[in-house]
């Protein structure tokens, strides 16, 4: 859904605005979340899925607005940003679920609270944040996910977002396979695990802080150095069964998702059109989508 619906979402903040369409889509992220928390069968559980996907795939809207409001030296910082917002999010979390879950032994619960922290996230956008002022009025008429994809006609944005594309399914795939693979060489429980992506956050999230006082000038450069530093962890993982080493690898991939995740839009923003910022970006976010359906298949396949 978020595969489809990223580049019509950046297409519609070109031409309406970033505001607008933030808004909208957090109100579709309300409803869906009210949908899941009394879903009690599978196929209105993958409809407010469906519906989240379609509404709530709007990072690259909040890519193109700190494009917008940031200078070119500036991006790495401005997607930092968004890196640690998501950091204390994948800390807080899953925390907040696993304690709730625990509790009332139930997903309406959680789910509640999901769409009550969304509502608070909607109406701060339509209360404080103002529309970023854009130079040139966007160009576009029509609104068509294929014609998002012709941005890739572009040399640089192609070699951009097939580095997205891989990164992002060697990312998925670990994510999803990662506690498996844990419980079965360290016996490591749910709980074990569970303070395990909280180490993981908050590596990421000091890292990424760092990154806002100090990314790379050259942001290839920051993009180069992050791939390698995870090429490391994982070649660390595989090769030494030992847990403490385990825990120092993921040094190395804490450092590398922060410098990629912050480095690579901010490079992509250079190549971008001024007027097609939020297309662009959705084109880009969209890859990442489809890297997050191939990633768990191939993994769990090989």
């Not at 379609?54 to 401005?78: C, H, L, P, Q, W």
């Not at 990314?215 to 530093?229: D, E, H, Q, R």
Request: with cysteine.
């Amino acid at each position: 859904a978020q595969f489809i619906a990223s580049p019509i979402l950046g297409q519609l903040s070109d031409k309406y605005g970033r505001k607008p369409v933030l808004i909208i889509s957090k109100l579709g992220t309300v409803i869906s979340y009210l949908l899941f928390a009394f879903s009690f069968n599978y196929s209105l559980i993958l409809l407010s899925r469906l519906l989240d996907g379609f509404t709530g795939g709007n990072i690259s809207v909040a890519r193109a607005y700190i494009i917008d409001i940031t200078k070119k030296e500036d991006r790495a910082k401005g997607m930092a940003i968004i890196g640690i917002s998501f950091g204390v999010g994948f800390i807080l979390g899953p925390a907040i679920g696993g304690v709730l879950y625990s509790i009332y032994n139930t997903h309406t619960v959680p789910a509640i609270v999901a769409g009550c922290f969304s509502l608070i996230a909607l109406v701060l956008t339509a209360t404080l944040l103002k529309e970023a002022k854009k130079t040139t009025p966007s160009t576009h008429n029509n609104i068509k996910i294929l014609s998002s994809f012709s941005e890739l006609k572009s040399r640089p944005i192609q070699i951009i977002c097939l580095v997205q594309l891989l990164f992002m399914i060697i990312f998925a795939g670990f994510e999803t396979s990662f506690s498996i693979f844990t419980n079965r060489l360290y016996q490591f429980s749910i709980k074990d695990n569970s303070w395990l992506f909280f180490y993981t956050g908050i590596l990421s999230l000091i890292f990424q802080g760092y990154i806002t006082q100090r990314p790379f000038k050259n942001l290839k450069t920051g993009v180069i150095t992050g791939l390698l530093s995870v090429s490391l962890s994982f070649a660390m993982l595989s090769l030494l069964n030992n847990m403490y080493l385990m825990l120092f690898s993921l040094v190395f991939f804490g450092l590398g998702i922060g410098l990629v995740l912050t480095h690579l839009p901010a490079l992509l923003s250079l190549h971008a059109d001024q007027n097609k910022t939020g297309e662009v970006m959705g084109v880009y976010e969209a890859t990442g989508s489809l890297s997050r359906i191939l990633g768990p298949l191939l993994t769990y396949t090989l």
